[in-house]
Each structure stands twice: as structure tokens, then as C-alpha cells.
């Protein structure tokens, strides 16, 4: 009775230890689903590292293409351009000229800077014209229109010259030894309020010295080339037309008539030579010949005196 109780007993336990190996095993080895979807996403994240670089690098290279072509833009705005001009230009009225090119140079936000008159030589006085120099500033935008209707005014110009010098490099270069030396500056005054003896002080004042002489250089170049770059500059020659010299024909009656031209011309130039020699020579014979003459005169008179008084004390021998 006891046997069937104790094998009914060993049958139920067996069949739990088979149930309780399934399961755990089931639990050991993970679903094939899992596995999968745990692949799929490593996949998905090694192309996301792969790719979110690319992108990364490409917004990168977009942004930096930006920046270069607005860093283009803004130094072709700010670039310093030092513009000069000279040119001649012939005319029938050179204080008209004058006026007018001064008018043009007000108008367009400019002024006059010196202006220069020489009369030109010639042996007709009714031939004899002022020749004018202008040196005239105007601002950089408006230097192409000022040029062009100042030019407007002549009838013939015979030399025309413009030029351009490009000084970005040099201001930008200023700019930054600026910046550097005014952060020298700085520290030297921290180093300044750090020191304790006298000396070192002192050392440190001269050093600050020395770097707000070169900060004063530098600006100083700055402002001049901000100001040549700011207005340009225009000379303008204005002369009437030069004479134009007719060409005579040569034979045996034009040189006879040169030669007695020529004669005549030279015995009125010894005339006035004389002339003028004798106008020289009279304030000299006034002041100098005539007193000169009395004083002579006198020691001769006296002279002669003297000797008739000898000869009046003198006994005659007999």
C-alpha cells in the first residue's frame, strides 16, 4: 500500500523538475524577435554615426563658405583706395576755368586745396596769359563724376593722367598692430599696480611710454590714410592754347631783311646800354665825383697859397 503511495510521489516530482529545466532554459535563450530588432537597431546606429558626421562636416563647409563670401563682400566695401589725378587742359578763359572748376568741386562735396597763378612770358603784352594750378579734394564716390565734368570744360587736353593705390593691407595691418599694442598697454598697467619697489615702477612707466608712442605712430598713419582714402585728389593745369608759330620761307631778301633787323635791334640795345650806364653813373658823380672835385680844388688853392707865401718871405739875393 505504501509502495504505490511513494513511486506516485517520485513521478510527481520528476514531472516538476522536467517543468521547472523547460522554463528556465525558455528564459536562458532569448526570442529570435528580440535578437533581430536588437541587430536592426545597432545597424541603424552605425549608419547614424556614419552619416551625422558627413552632415555635420557639410553644414560645416556651408557655414564656412558663407562666412568667406560675407567676410569678401565686407572687405571689398571697406577697401581703401587712395585715388589721384592730374591732367592739363587747354581753354580760352583761365579765370573762367577757375571759377567753374571750383564750383564743380563744392558741388560735388569737395573744396580747393591751393591755387597758383603764373603769367606766362611774352614779348607781346597782349599775349600775355595766366597760367592756373588747382589742386582740388573731393570724396572717393564722387571722384568719377568730378573728373569727367571738369574734363567737360576743356577744348583740348594735353595730358591726362589717373592713378590708384590700394592701402587695405596697410590700414588692416595697422589695425591689429593697434589692438596688439594697446593690450601691451594693459598689461604693462597691471604689471604697474602689481609693483612694489620703486625701480621696478619706473621700468614699467617707460616701457608704458614707449608703447603709447608707437600707439600714437600708428594711429596717426591710420588717419592719414583714412583721410587720402576718404578724398581723392585732382590737379588741374589750366593754359590758354599755345601761339602757333607760322613758318617763314628762307632766301637771299628774307636774310637781308633779318640782317638789318638785326643791326637795328643791336644799336638800340647800345643806346639804352649808354642810357641806362649814364643814369647809373649820375647818383655816384653827384655824391662821390663832386665832393670828391670840391675837396680837390681846395687843397690845390691852398697849396698854392702856401707856396706864394713862401715865396713872399722869401728875401730876393742881390
Excluded: W
Amino acid at each position: 500500500m505504501k509502495f504505490p503511495i511513494i513511486l506516485l510521489l517520485a513521478l510527481v516530482s520528476f514531472s516538476l523538475s522536467c517543468s521547472g529545466g523547460a522554463r528556465s532554459s525558455e528564459s536562458a535563450i532569448p526570442p529570435a524577435g528580440t535578437s533581430a530588432q536588437r541587430n536592426a537597431e545597432q545597424v541603424e546606429a552605425k549608419d547614424a554615426a556614419k552619416t551625422t558626421p558627413q552632415y555635420d562636416s557639410q553644414l560645416q563647409k556651408v557655414g564656412l563658405t558663407e562666412l568667406d563670401k560675407g567676410g569678401s563682400s565686407a572687405e571689398a566695401f571697406e577697401r581703401k583706395i587712395i585715388r589721384n589725378a592730374e591732367i592739363t587742359m587747354e581753354v580760352s578763359s583761365t579765370t573762367d576755368t577757375q571759377h567753374r572748376v571750383a564750383s564743380i568741386a563744392e558741388t560735388n562735396g569737395g573744396f580747393v586745396v591751393t591755387s597758383e597763378a603764373k603769367q606766362r612770358e611774352n614779348d607781346d603784352p597782349a599775349q600775355r596769359t595766366l597760367d592756373i594750378k588747382l589742386v582740388v579734394r573731393v570724396p572717393s564716390p564722387q571722384f568719377g563724376v568730378a573728373f569727367d565734368q571738369i574734363k567737360k570744360l576743356a577744348s583740348n587736353t594735353p595730358q591726362e593722367n589717373v592713378s590708384g593705390q590700394d592701402v587695405t593691407e596697410e590700414f588692416i595691418d595697422l589695425e591689429a598692430r593697434i589692438k596688439t599694442q594697446k593690450a601691451l598697454e594693459l598689461q604693462f598697467l597691471e604689471i604697474m599696480r602689481q609693483a612694489y619697489k620703486v625701480a621696478d615702477a619706473l621700468e614699467v612707466q617707460r616701457q608704458i611710454a614707449d608703447v603709447r608712442t608707437d600707439i600714437e605712430k600708428l594711429e596717426g598713419r591710420k588717419r592719414f590714410l583714412e583721410n587720402r582714402a576718404s578724398l581723392s585728389t585732382i590737379t588741374v593745369n589750366i593754359q590758354t592754347p599755345k601761339p602757333v608759330i607760322a613758318v617763314t620761307s628762307t632766301g637771299f631778301g628774307h636774310s637781308v631783311r633779318e640782317a638789318v633787323s638785326d643791326s637795328i635791334g643791336m644799336a638800340s640795345d647800345m643806346v639804352l646800354f649808354f642810357v641806362r650806364f649814364a643814369i647809373l653813373m649820375l647818383p655816384i658823380l653827384l655824391f662821390i665825383g663832386l665832393p670828391s672835385a670840391l675837396v680837390a680844388r681846395f687843397l690845390v688853392r691852398r697849396a698854392k697859397r702856401v707856396r706864394l707865401a713862401q715865396a713872399l718871405a722869401t728875401p730876393a739875393p742881390e
